[in-house]
T-cell receptor, first 111, second 111 residues
Framework: SQKIEQNSEALNIQEGKTATLTCNYTNYSPAYLQWYRQDPGRGPVFLLLIRENEKEKRKERLKVTFDTTLKQSLFHITASQPADSATYLC??????????FGGGTRVLVKP | NAGVTQTPKFQVLKTGQSMTLQCAQDMNHEYMSWYRQDPGMGLRLIHYSVGAGITDQGEVPNGYNVSRSTTEDFPLRLLSAAPSQTSVYFCASLGGNTEAFFGQGTRLTVV
């Protein structure tokens, strides 16, 4: 069956450092992979999308890599700030298929 | 442009009661889906639809029904509420291979 795995343990990081989150998937052939941010009590908000033929994507302080051979995506927050504290969700998706999410990784950036 | 609108925001039901959670989007998206999120957990897919007249089951469909008579609306029906259905419910819509937009969520308590 299809499985999406993210670190369930919270990631505690000092302000200014780089946070790196991992998303592994099995039994998927995604056409693209998305990352979302979720704050407590709110719905997820889209951050980045990376396609299967792209190795890396950047948006401001965010960087995403996508390795279809390893079936893994890495999500980096550089120069992290306390405002980056949230839960981050990954969602690999095949074209025309359902949208499902990993369990999310909570990030806590300490000043 | 309202995006995805979910109603109600909060609801308390007695065991055995039925109700419908409403979800509407004004972005002409073909794909819509319902998730539930329990404390400290990720989003679990209940049902999804890839277009009007087409619905399919997700990971946790038992106890829920859906229909998609129009592109705009995707209601979720609880047939006979149980305490195990106490959760926060999110509706989402997705247009093509782009980002998903989420509603504000419905916090449901079944007593």
């Amino acid at each position: 069956s299809q499985k999406i795995e993210q670190n369930s343990e919270a990631l505690n990081i000092q302000e200014g450092k780089t946070a790196t989150l991992t998303c592994n998937y099995t039994n998927y052939s995604p056409a693209y992979l998305q990352w979302y941010r979720q704050d407590p009590g709110r719905g997820p908000v889209f951050l980045l999308l990376i396609r299967e033929n792209e190795k890396e994507k950047r948006k401001e302080r965010l960087k995403v890599t996508f390795d279809t051979t390893l079936k893994q995506s890495l999500f980096h927050i550089t120069a992290s700030q306390p405002a980056d504290s949230a839960t981050y969700l990954c969602a690999p998706k095949a074209a025309g298929n359902k949208l499902t999410f990993g369990g999310g990784t909570r990030v806590l950036v300490k000043p | 442009n309202a995006g995805v609108t979910q109603t109600p925001k909060f609801q308390v039901l007695k065991t055995g009661q039925s109700m419908t959670l409403q979800c509407a989007q004004d972005m002409n998206h073909e794909y819509m889906s319902w998730y539930r999120q329990d404390p400290g957990m990720g989003l679990r897919l209940i049902h999804y639809s890839v277009g009007a007249g087409i619905t399919d089951q997700g990971e946790v469909p038992n106890g829920y029904n859906v229909s998609r008579s129009t592109t705009e609306d995707f209601p979720l029906r609880l047939l006979s509420a149980a305490p195990s259905q106490t959760s926060v419910y999110f509706c989402a819509s997705l247009g093509g291979n782009t980002e998903a937009f989420f509603g504000q969520g419905t916090r449901l308590t079944v007593v």
